[in-house]
T-cell receptor, first 113, second 113 residues
Framework: SQKIEQNSEALNIQEGKTATLTCNYT??????LQWYRQDPGRGPVFLLL?????KEKRKERLKVTFDTTLKQSLFHITASQPADSATYLC????????????FGKGTRLHILP | DAGVIQSPRHEVTEMGQEVTLRCKPI?????LFWYRQTMMRGLELLIY????????DSGMPEDRFSAKMPNASFSTLKIQPSEPRDSAVYFC???????????FGEGSRLTVL
């Protein structure tokens, strides 16, 4: 069955360091992968989308890689700040070239001052 | 432009009662998604619509759940009768068909006693 796994439930990173979150998937061939941020009591907010033919995408301090051979995406936050503390969710389309979007359970990131 | 609007934000009800959750998508968006979020299962896709037509309802737990989208600016998710295990945060999201990026509402937190 199709499965999306995010590396850990929680991750603690020292302020100023690079935070790296992992998203692995099985039994999928998604056309694109997305990353969202969710703060407590709020809905997820879109951050970045990377397509299957793209290896890397950047936006300010964020960088996403997408390896369709390893079936893995890495999400990096450089020069991390306490304000980056949140839950980060990866999401994939179902692989059927439709608009069905499935989410991983997320990783809670804590940036320690 | 206003974001996705959900109501009610909080609902507490007793087992057996009917619950109706409402969603107004962003104007111009033609895809609408209903998700349910719990600590145990994460963000689960219940159903999604394209151009007001239900495309995939395979995530709807059982016949107690139903969703409608009578027009492009309104959708409902109904649970009848409700059970304690339905307690969760229900999110509505909208997007432009084929774009992928989802815009989420703030969610409806449902507690069934």
């Amino acid at each position: 069955s199709q499965k999306i796994e995010q590396n850990s439930e929680a991750l603690n990173i020292q302020e100023g360091k690079t935070a790296t979150l992992t998203c692995n998937y099985t039994n999928y061939s998604p056309a694109y992968l997305q990353w969202y941020r969710q703060d407590p009591g709020r809905g997820p907010v879109f951050l970045l989308l990377i397509r299957e033919n793209e290896k890397e995408k950047r936006k300010e301090r964020l960088k996403v890689t997408f390896d369709t051979t390893l079936k893995q995406s890495l999400f990096h936050i450089t020069a991390s700040q306490p304000a980056d503390s949140a839950t980060y969710l990866c999401a994939l389309d179902s692989g059927n070239r439709d608009d069905k979007i499935i989410f991983g359970k997320g990783t809670r990131l804590h940036i320690l001052p | 432009d206003a974001g996705v609007i959900q109501s009610p934000r909080h609902e507490v009800t007793e087992m057996g009662q009917e619950v109706t959750l409402r969603c107004k998508p962003i104007s111009g968006h033609n895809s609408l998604f209903w998700y349910r979020q719990t600590m145990m299962r994460g963000l689960e896709l219940l159903i999604y619509f394209n151009n007001n037509v239900p495309i995939d309802d395979s995530g709807m737990p059982e016949d107690r759940f139903s969703a409608k989208m009578p027009n492009a600016s309104f959708s409902t998710l109904k649970i009848q009768p409700s059970e304690p295990r339905d307690s969760a945060v229900y999110f509505c999201a909208s997007s432009r068909l084929g774009v992928g990026e989802l815009f989420f509402g703030e969610g409806s937190r449902l507690t069934v006693l």
